[in-house]
């Protein structure tokens, strides 16, 4: 079992909805990421945070918002989101600041979402 | 800029035959660690293995072993007696210590036939 536990692990939504993913870890890491994955693809970096506070974000369109309210939990907020936004979305953690070291990254089982 | 490349988008071997997965790197880093990652069709990304760019010790973990050559900017990685179980997308993976990125291969899908 992974140690990194993401919820829906199904999600389909309408254009007009507004839903979240859930991504919740207790190793203690400090560093938590969320990537999409197109089929076939290697994942994206969509953002990262540190410390709880965002680090990095890859110029993530503004439908897609995130919020760590604590250390162990990540959340993805999705509202107006588009067909081509289908993805499988993972969130992974790992030990150290962000990409500033070389701990490696623990991931989830992800989460498909279907946009119709 | 860093890049990985595995040449190799898909692979079919017959159970209890070895396998090599190729990776090739590109940085202009002295310092970097390299990683390999299992993904199995449920779809989490699972740890195999992190390398140091400083240690070139070839490493063999069960029925795993990678082979790590600096010279030719290679991390390749072979499981031995392949097992039905060990069908998935086998992703390498590199981060550079002086960028903030982790760049990943496209992967490559191992398909182990009974």
């Known amino acids: 079992d992974t140690e990194v536990t993401q919820t829906p692990k199904h999600l389909v939504m309408g254009m007009t909805n507004k839903k979240s993913l859930k991504c919740e870890q207790h190793?203690?890491?400090?560093?938590m990421y969320w990537y999409k994955q197109k089929a076939k693809k290697p994942p994206e970096l969509m953002f990262v945070?540190?410390?709880?506070?965002?680090?990095i974000n890859e110029s993530v369109p503004s439908r897609f918002s995130p919020e760590c309210p604590n250390s162990s939990l990540l959340n993805l907020h999705l509202h107006a989101l588009q067909p081509e936004d289908s993805a499988l979305y993972l969130c992974?953690?790992?030990?150290?600041?962000?990409?500033?070291?070389?701990?490696?990254?623990?991931f989830g089982n992800g989460t498909r979402l279907t946009v119709t | 800029a860093q890049k990985v490349t595995q040449a190799q988008t898909e692979i079919s071997v017959v159970e209890k035959e070895d396998v090599t997965l190729d990776c090739v790197y590109e940085?202009?880093?002295?310092?970097?660690?390299l990683f390999w990652y299992k993904q199995p069709p449920s779809g989490e990304l699972v740890f195999l293995i992190r390398?140091?760019?400083?240690?070139?010790q070839n490493e063999i973990s069960g029925r795993y072993s990678w082979n790590f050559q600096k010279s030719t900017s290679s991390f390749n990685f072979t499981i031995t007696a392949s097992q039905v179980v060990d069908s998935a997308v086998y992703v390498c993976?590199?981060?550079?210590?002086?960028?903030?990125?982790?760049?990943f291969g496209e992967g490559t899908q191992l398909t182990v036939n009974p």
């Open positions: 992974a953690s790992s030990q150290d600041r962000g990409y500033s070291y070389n701990s490696p990254l623990h």
């Open positions: 190793m203690g890491h400090r560093a």
């Open positions: 945070y540190s410390y709880e506070k965002l680090s």
């Open positions: 940085t202009r880093d002295t310092t970097y660690y």
């Open positions: 390398r140091n760019s400083f240690d070139e």
């Open positions: 993976a590199l981060k550079e210590t002086s960028g903030s990125r982790l760049t």
